[in-house]
């Protein structure tokens, strides 16, 4: 159980996150959406420790994460795992190495220094990129992978860190719609099959629809509509990326639909 209770994180005077709250029950596909400065990102980032909250709670099976320190703070990062929209991973790197850096945690200092790995990690790391249909990639340098390549490399990461819950940031911001889709089917799986709670941000309106069994709207810091994707109609949508002049002469498919079928969508709504 996650449970969010009036977290608030200030820079300067401004609210990136204005108090917000909500409660997610069991291993849900969660999807984050709004438009850019929303605060979706700060949240996530708070929830793994990424950045401090300037208040507010994160209980997780009723412990406070943003009160955690030290080791014990080192120890959620492990078990609450980021998916970034730049894949984040080491370009001269193996594909095999940088999942196997999902470890980095839960390993000493000269084992780390040294990059030694044991039999049995190594083998759940090709495990686990053959899960995500990519184990022939194993020896290639990550650059030399597609975009959804290597984020499915970097969904093998975190995979390899054994989470109870992946925080994906746009994870498909950056890829084009069969690849994005590649990678949501990856995610949504992944949810189904292990029962682990994905919470993403998504800029995708149709892509929260179809993938997510419950969506939060934020507009400037604050949750404007927590419901499942059925409520996510016309006028929610507008509530949520806004409905003045604005937003309806620069609404394109890279804000409001990222996957096949999104632009009609996207169309249909700023014409409604």
Known sequence: MLEVRNVTRLFGTKAAVDDISFRID?????????????????FLRMMNRLTDASSGEIRVEGRDVLALTGAAKRAWQSQC?????????VPRMDVAANVLHGLLGRRGTLATLFNLWSAEDIARAIAILDRLGIAEQAPKRAEALSGGQQQR??????????????????????????NAQVVMDTLKRINRE??????AN????????????RVIGMRDGRVVFDGTPAQLTHGVAREIYGADERFSESATSTEIGALPGDDAYARELMED
Not at 154 to 175: F, H
Not at 194 to 199: E, P
């Open 194 to 199: 292990d029962g682990r709670m994905v919470i």
């Open 202 to 213: 998504l800029h995708t309106l149709d892509t929260a629809r179809r993938y997510c069994d």
């Open 81 to 89: 795992a980021m998916v970034f929209q730049q894949f984040n991973l």
């Open 26 to 42: 069991g291993p849900a596909f969660v999807g984050i959406i709004g438009r850019s400065g929303a605060g979706k990102s700060t």
């Open 153 to 178: 490399v970097a969904i093998a990461r975190a995979l390899m860190q054994d989470p109870k819950i992946i925080l994906a940031d746009e994870p498909i911001a950056s890829l084009d719609p069969m």
